[in-house]
């Protein structure tokens, strides 16, 4: 006879690098992407969604390791051999789009985009493989009006959504600066594209790694405190020491970037414009020589002008050389949105929480499929970034409140119980203001036989009331209203008079359940 061993029960848990998100998580991260909508609402942005899943060759090579194409993607291949993979990101989707509905999409096209991308990359603390990204994108418009025009926008949506004045700096650059230091150092060229692209990414990672570190990725390569080694770009000691002068264009300001900002970020500068031509000036020294170099100073230095026009000035959005943006399809001015606050880390040392969006100009990814040249530029925010700074600041992370609990005290009354939810779910929470929506409310579904088992799960689901009508209180046409949210605060600290004073639970005619539930969940 043989011995057949029954099948292996899968695992219970979610796959490395992926989590699961439950209520109030949900609830918090839509309240702020309606928030944001908002924003990009006003500004004349349309929405669009897109598939999630693209073809390998729409996606194109623009992914974050660029020596490493298509290896960062989840991808398959279909029933007709082609190759498709989840999305990396909202803008590939968006250069696809552009140029597949060209003829029937106005133009400049102006569009913003909200959902989950996937990178197959190697998980960390607070690294997933999935995970939200909210974009907006104008396509078709080579005007660096529009450049502006986003970091103004994303100035607006971080305060939107609660972050003050003075908690963030957003930072402005420009490729082409960057490409000019590099032609300096002797990088420019089609066949130096996989240097240009190692040195982008090295670059990016000043402030985390500091010089030495920098200094590394550009030589040899280097290996972090994992163990794991990082092949560097091989550049010679002459190419690194003109790329270092770069990196060190701080030191050039000598203290001028730290006596100018907090000044003007605190309001005290008498002119905040001047931290922005210092900075513009000492680019050109960096760029001495170089067309394209002269070009991205001008650029940023239009930017500069019509931020100012609006009221943008450094307090939030300033010119800083440091922003490089690891993307290598970006080909003028990119930005990043940085929180200046600081928080705990897991140790318990203070430091900064750091970035939370950023974007660029990308004038070439379109190109890719009409073979002509389509400006664009667009920016995007980290969702989870953003909410854990929210949380940090105290905005959202507040228990949300769960439904009324209608109990269930006899099976045979179930039709009776369902009245008593429809009548709640019917009405609203405020009748002088309809747009606070209706009542929360469900009937206990689970085991009726244990009435402390239907207490405890009201508790669990975090319910303000349970709705309950025995048989007594039936033959009366009473409910008895029991005030789970006071009956917790009476249970830790109140007295026997507060608790006299403020029952935890009353006794109620059927015809007044809806009005004695709006009196109980606004108190």
């Known amino acids: 006879m043989a011995n057949d061993k029954p099948a292996r029960r899968p695992r219970a848990e979610t796959p490395k690098g992926f989590r699961d998100y439950f209520g109030a998580e949900v609830i918090e991260r839509k309240a702020m992407l309606d928030a944001i909508a908002g924003v990009y609402h006003r500004y004349g942005f349309d929405p669009l969604e897109t598939s999630a899943v693209e073809t390998v060759e729409a996606l194109g090579k623009f992914l974050p390791d660029v020596d490493r194409p298509n290896e960062g993607v989840f991808a398959w291949q279909d029933e007709d051999a082609d190759w498709l993979a989840l999305r990396y990101d909202l803008t590939a989707p968006l250069a696809r789009v552009a140029a597949q509905y060209r003829n ?8 913003y985009a909200m959902g989950p991308v996937w990178r197959n990359e190697k998980p960390g603390p607070g690294r997933f493989r999935q995970f939200y990204q909210c974009d907006a994108d104008t396509v078709g418009s080579a005007s660096v009006a529009a450049d502006a025009e986003m970091c103004a926008m994303l100035a607006d949506a971080l305060e939107e959504v609660g972050i003050d004045k003075g908690d963030y700096i957003i ?3 420009n490729r082409k600066v960057l490409n000019g230091v590099m032609e300096v150092a002797g990088l420019a060229g089609d066949d130096k594209e996989a240097e240009r692209g190692i040195v982008l990414r090295a670059i990016d990672k000043i402030d985390r790694l500091g010089p030495e570190g920098v200094r590394a990725l550009l030589g040899e390569g280097r290996k972090d405190e994992s163990g794991d080694f990082t092949k560097g770009a091989g550049l010679s000691a002459e190419q690194i020491n003109v790329l270092m002068k770069f990196v060190g264009w701080k030191d050039l300001l000598g203290a001028a970037v730290e006596v100018f900002q907090p000044a003007i970020q605190s309001g005290r500068a008498h002119n905040p414009e001047q931290l922005n031509r210092l900075v513009l000036s000492k680019l050109r020294e ?5 067309d394209v170099g002269n070009d991205g100073v001008d650029e940023l230095e239009q930017i500069s002008s019509l931020l100012s026009a609006q009221g943008y000035g450094p307090d939030r959005i300033v010119i800083d050389p440091g922003v490089v943006r690891g993307l290598g399809y970006y080909t003028g001015p990119v930005y990043e949105a940085e929180l200046t606050f600081q928080i705990t880390d897991e140790k318990g040392r203070p430091r900064n929480f750091g970035s939370v969006a950023g974007g660029g100009r990308y004038d070439g990814l379109v190109k890719r499929f009409t073979g002509q040249d389509v400006p664009a530029t667009g920016v995007s925010i980290g969702v989870d970034r953003l909410l854990a700074a929210l949380r940090a600041k105290g905005r959202v992370g507040a228990q949300a409140a769960g439904p009324v609990v209608v109990t269930v005290m006899d099976r045979d009354r179930m039709a009776d119980y369902m009245r008593f939810v429809g009548m709640l779910r019917q009405a609203d929470l405020d009748p002088s203001d309809p747009s606070k929506g209706k009542i929360r409310a469900e009937v206990y579904l689970g085991n009726p036989k244990n009435f402390g088992n239907q207490l405890k799960y009201a508790d669990k689901r975090g319910s ?3 709705i309950i009508q025995g048989g007594n209180e039936a033959a009366e046409g009473k409910v008895i209203l029991k005030d789970l949210i006071l009956g917790a605060k009476i249970a830790e600290s109140a007295t026997l008079e507060e608790w006299k004073d403020r029952p935890a639970q009353v006794l ?5 359940l809806v009005a004695a ?3 109980m969940l606004g108190q």
């Open 104 to 111: 029937d999409l106005p133009s400049p096209y102006r569009r």
């Open 171 to 173: 930072k402005v650059n």
């Open 464 to 466: 303000p009331i349970a």
């Open 508 to 512: 109620v005619d059927e015809a007044d």
């Open 286 to 290: 960096i760029v001495v020589g170089s």
């Open 517 to 519: 539930v709006r009196k």
